[in-house]
């Protein structure tokens, strides 16, 4: 099954600066990669996605890449504020069992602070 | 709308006890999960239900059962609760569409 590492687990960054998460993904048949922002005592929430046709995506300060080739993508946070200080997790969506549900796999999970 | 609500929000049990978390949407998705959440693993998904009356084994299913009677609701069961089901519990739900729109979670603490 579809294997997905994310790094790193902890992450501090001055605000203003960038930050930078990186997930690597096993099965390369997977088509469809989101970032999830997960606020302290909530639930994650999807935050932007990308689908394996296509290489970069952005939105407004929030950007992601993938790399098919090297089964790997990243999130780009530019400009950080102490607000995107949250727990962010990468996952990919791929063929779990023969009967061809697609499920989500994610990953381990990084807690980024923004320190103002 | 309300989205994806959870209850309850946190509960304690004694090793062998059981328990039902209740997962309620309000948006007519066909799909729903139940995910649990521990330190440094992600999240992983317990069961899932493509649609009322259906329900499946995700990953890790063992000690846990599921029903979805309804469309709007999908309810988890811990039969004889263990130590080892101490965890936090998220119930999603989506449309045909992939965006997982995810509840506030269930804290659940076995002793």
Redesign the interface.
Known sequence: GENVEQHPSTLSVQEGDSAVIKCTYSDSASNYFPWYKQELGKGPQLIIDIRSNVGEKKDQRIAVTLNKTAKHFSLHITETQPEDSAVYFCAAKSYWNSGGYQKVTFGTGTKLQVIP | NAG?TQTPKFRVLKTGQSMTLLCAQDMNHEYMYWYRQDP??????IH?S?GEGTT?K??VPDGYNVSRLKKQNFLLGLESAAPSQTSVY?C?SRTSG???Y????TRLTVT
């Open positions: 994806v440094g693993m992600g999240l992983r998904l899932y493509v499946a995700g990953e998220f999603a992939d965006e997982q995810f509840g506030p979670g």
